[in-house]
């Protein structure tokens, strides 16, 4: 089982719609998880952050953390063009330190006119 | 402006040759990484560092080596033995107060 599960998608909403993003983790003891947005051929930029459980939000954006079902989401409201990227879900990858992470394969998001 | 610099952007590779790959940052963070993007695929992890003169493996080491002589320097060198160099690199520093890894722009490295 992969640590970290993402959905490839691609999912497509329409343009003011609520696009909503899922991602799944194996290891139970994870704390912190992120969530980046790739614009294709650019490089990710971190938009969310979350430690703890419930909803955080920013702007638009709201990310949502269950840690008994071991799920995180991303929330985009009111989606727009812009927002067409694909987003990848990070959660600290187990053991050794470092803060490493490990990352979905992301979800492909694109938001139609 | 603070922040992570990689180069170059593009990087072209012939048969049998070692290339490097540049990663400076100026945000004094303690921790450097490396990874790789395939087409289609999410980021998987080559070697870190966490503090000058140290450095450690990730999943994909293989083919690959790196040094960590100072600070703000991680350069990646992608030897002849990595048989499929064709990817996405990316470079990432994080700091112990600020928890998000923060990413350069990438190199795209192709085989000639």
């Known amino acids: 089982q992969k640590e970290v599960e993402q959905n490839s998608g691609p999912l497509s909403v329409p343009e003011g719609a609520i696009a909503s993003l899922n991602c799944t983790y194996s290891d139970r003891g994870s704390q912190s998880f992120f969530w980046y947005r790739q614009y294709s051929g650019k490089s990710p930029e971190l938009i969310m952050f979350i430690y703890s459980n419930g909803d955080k939000e920013d702007g638009r954006f709201t990310a949502q953390l269950n840690k008994a079902s071991q799920y995180v989401s991303l929330l985009i409201r009111d989606s727009q063009p812009s927002d067409s990227a694909t987003y990848l879900c990070a959660a600290p990858a187990g053991g050794g330190g470092g803060n490493k992470l490990t990352f979905g394969t992301g979800t492909q998001l694109k938001v139609e006119l | 402006d603070g922040g992570i610099t990689q180069s170059p952007k593009y990087l072209f590779r012939k048969e049998g040759q070692n290339v490097t790959l540049s990663c400076e940052q100026n945000?004094?963070?303690?921790?450097m990484y490396w990874y790789r993007q395939d087409p289609g695929q999410g980021l998987r992890l080559i070697y870190y560092s966490q503090i000058v003169n140290d450095f450690q493996k990730g999943d994909i080491a293989e083919g690959y080596s790196v040094s960590r002589e100072k600070k703000e320097s991680f350069p990646l060198t992608v030897t002849s033995a990595q048989k499929n160099p064709t990817a996405f690199y990316l470079c990432?520093?994080?700091?112990?107060?600020?928890?998000?890894?923060?990413f350069g722009d990438g190199t795209r490295l192709s085989i000639l």
């Open positions: 945000l004094n963070h303690d921790a």
């Open positions: 990432a520093s994080w700091d112990r107060r600020n928890q998000p890894q923060h």
